[in-house]
């Protein structure tokens, strides 16, 4: 069988080794290249037929070789770089589109997930410590950020117990319920979370807005699921050779 593929040997001598069709395709499944590799190919097929002016390539490509100045080193030659930027064009081309025209109702969709909070947490594995923490702060005997700081035992206790902002996706499910249902200032009763019992005090929700930062993260979060889906194990396979 022909070889496609040759390359100096490790041991440094005048010498190559070869790998034929099987062999390569045998390596990208052992080191679990296959879904990389076919990711590229279905990149390469989705852009096929979008188009570009000469005038934007020649304006993607300036942009490019500005970002990869001084980087010579890297050995990238200047045909390299305009595919690569042809490409980048096409694809960012191509994500739009394909979803930017139903992106408010997949913001929508997202909000609930995507709403930032700050909020003031304190953490015990001891529900009498924390049940005492809970009336001082209630009745005023002490500020949540002085007892955060005495008897908190996460990393909340440098911030005097205040976190964020955070996006409500990054929370555990049951402390989203939590400041998902409080007014700002509301404390919450002492509630076991996994291995700790928390208090928490939402101080402050801020809503997503789909700007255009946010416009272009939800169309790239709509390509990647995609992307992720045509490389799923159940749509592709390897074919033994019959010879």
């Not at 980048?88 to 609930?112: G, H, M, N």
């Not at 993260?217 to 749509?235: D, G, H, M």
């Amino acid at each position: 069988m022909n070889p496609v593929l040759q390359f100096r040997n490790f041991s440094g001598r005048e010498s190559y080794h070869t790998l034929t069709a099987p062999e390569v395709l045998k390596l990208l499944n052992k080191y679990q290249l296959i879904p990389m590799f076919l990711q590229e190919v279905i990149m390469e097929q989705a852009i096929a037929q979008i188009s570009c002016t000469p005038e934007e390539e020649r304006l993607a490509y300036e942009q490019l070789t500005q970002e990869y100045q001084g980087q010579k080193e890297q050995g990238i030659s200047q045909e390299q770089l305009q595919n690569m930027a042809t490409r980048q064009l096409k694809l960012e081309r191509f994500k739009e589109v394909t979803w930017a025209k139903d992106i408010d109702s997949y913001f929508y969709q997202r909000k609930p997930q995507l709403d930032r909070v700050i909020y003031s947490l304190i953490t015990t594995n001891d529900r009498g410590v924390a049940q005492e923490i809970y009336f001082r702060v209630q009745e005023g005997e002490q500020s949540f950020a002085q007892l955060a700081q005495e008897y908190s035992q996460g990393p909340e206790a440098k911030t005097s117990g205040l976190v964020g902002p955070v996006e409500l996706q990054s929370l555990h499910p049951l402390l989203v319920r939590i400041l998902s249902t409080s007014q700002p200032q509301q404390l919450s009763l002492p509630t076991a979370i996994e291995d700790w019992i928390v208090i928490v005090r939402l101080e402050k929700m801020l809503p997503a807005q789909l700007d255009s930062g946010m416009r272009q993260r939800l169309i790239n979060e709509r390509f990647q699921s995609w992307l992720k889906a045509q490389v799923s194990p159940q749509n592709w396979q390897i074919k033994e050779s019959e010879n």
